[in-house]
């Protein structure tokens, strides 16, 4: 399964939550992976913000050598499931191509909790109201508790119609 985490810069909540990922599939050898991250505003090569660097290492996790990738149609037709931090960032993914309307979703749509910030959209690390720990705990959650490892394992099995 290839899956792709779209956000803004590809600095922060997309690069967390890839390298989250990867590590709750990792776990399991039986789980093929391909995951990559992209940002709708991204300057290529970008190094992660310094907050989510921090947020990384704390965390054991590994973030992608190379820095931020722009969001580019190939991406999107070759991801299987795209999972987005924002619902603007939602809209541009199928603004540059319509076709993964049906494999486009928040991340947040996986909660298993309720949100704390709007519905479906993952807290922002590196700006905002969410500049701290409880945005990586936020991540975590969505990812972790609800389920993203079983996507990997199983594929997702439903559309993102009704999401917009």
Known sequence: MKVLFVGER??????????????????????????ASAGVAA?????????AAAIAREAGLSLRPGGAQALSRESLVDSE????????????VIAIQPGAQ??????????????SCEEGEA???VGGVHHSH??????VDVAEG???G???????????????
């Open 10 to 35: 590809d600095t922060g909540r997309g690069p967390l939550a890839r390298a989250l990922f990867e590590k709750i599939c990792l776990a399991d050898p039986t789980v093929s992976l391909v995951s």
């Open 43 to 51: 300057t290529l090569g970008l190094p992660p913000a310094p907050a």
């Open 81 to 92: 499931l795209i999972l987005c931090m924002e619902q603007r960032h939602r809209s541009a």
């Open 102 to 115: 049906s494999r486009c979703r928040l991340l947040g749509h996986y909660r298993s909790e309720p949100a």
């Open 123 to 125: 807290g922002d690390v």
């Open 134 to 139: 409880e945005a990586i705990d936020e991540v």
């Open 146 to 148: 609800a389920g993203l």
């Open 150 to 164: 079983a996507i990997a394992e199983h594929g997702d099995g439903e559309t993102a119609e009704g999401l917009a």
